[in-house]
């Protein structure tokens, strides 16, 4: 498949998020949601949870609707048809669910099998870990493809990790194998404050698909939350002396590891977004 420098337009792109081991902080999924909640968007099929989940490990959930009645949520995945008007001539796919226990060659089987692949078409996939990063700087996020044109595109590299990996990792195999090209975001959260949800996580997730696909999305509610999160965290980290001593131990690290230029290339991207907000 070829891409060139127009990518996202004339492409369907299929974004994916799941619950569970790749999703630190609830990061992903709500990044996920919150592409949901902004863009318009319609439910294409829940895939059939039995054939996927064991409820053992992943149990569903029982609330207590509007009118009293008790409700049971299960652990399933959905896919969604999105369109937005700042990518126009672009067909978007959103991926939504929780990380499946079983048959996943067959799941990811599932989920190509309802996606109309157009002659380009790409996979990203968004997930969350939780790393020695410092809550009062900028959340890392890393992205990495294998594909020779969306590093040229991205200025993204091979990813170099060795070891277990999730139904991400496996998504974008069985995606590549029909010839899919994949990019994966992921977004390290500090560690010590792993508890969902993390706004910040999520909206530097949603930062880097704005660079990835060159386009303005709607964010003003949660830079409001990132902002309220990292304050709350400044109060809990300043009542422990401990924990005020290792945020500034993971500060002087963050710092003195960054680059002289990376603040002009963080600078120059805060700058090309606002120029996409400006556009009508």
């Not at 999703?23 to 099929?45: N, P, R, Y």
């Not at 790393?131 to 959340?139: C, G, L, S, W």
């Not at 991400?168 to 404050?193: K, N, T």
Request: glycine share 6%; hydrophobic share 40%; net charge negative.
């Amino acid at each position: 498949m070829e891409l060139d420098q127009t990518f996202p337009r004339n492409t369907t792109i299929v974004i994916a998020a799941f619950g569970g081991w790749n999703d630190a902080g609830q990061s992903a999924t709500d990044a996920l949601e919150h592409l949901l909640e902004v863009w318009q968007s319609e439910e294409i099929i829940d895939l059939p949870g039995d054939d996927y989940y064991d409820y053992q490990f992943n149990r569903p959930e029982v609330s207590l609707g509007i009118s009293g009645d008790r409700e049971i949520a299960w652990p399933g995945t959905t896919i969604f048809k999105a369109t937005t008007d700042t990518l126009p001539n672009t067909e978007i796919y959103l991926v939504h669910g929780v990380e499946p226990s079983m048959r996943w060659k067959q799941f990811c089987a599932d989920i190509l099998s309802h996606i109309k692949l157009g002659e380009r078409t790409v996979l990203i996939t968004l997930g969350a870990l939780l790393a020695d990063v410092a809550h009062t700087r900028p959340i890392p996020v890393s992205g990495t493809t294998s594909n020779k044109q969306l590093q040229d595109i991205s200025g993204f590299e091979t990813s170099k990790y060795e070891g277990p990996t999730g139904i991400l990792g496996i998504l974008q195999s069985e995606f590549e194998v029909q010839g899919i090209p994949s990019v994966a975001l992921w977004a390290a959260l500090p560690h010590y404050v792993s508890a969902p949800p993390c706004p910040k996580a999520t909206l530097a997730l949603i930062r880097g698909l704005e660079d990835l696909l060159d386009t303005a999305i709607p964010v003003v509610e949660l830079v409001e939350e990132a902002r309220a999160w990292q304050l709350g965290v400044d109060e809990l980290s300043t009542d422990d002396d401990e924990i005020s001593d290792y945020v500034r131990t993971l500060e002087e690290t963050q710092d003195t590891a960054e680059l002289p230029e990376a603040s002009g290339e963080a600078i120059a991207k805060e700058f090309e977004r606002y120029l996409r907000r400006r556009e009508p």
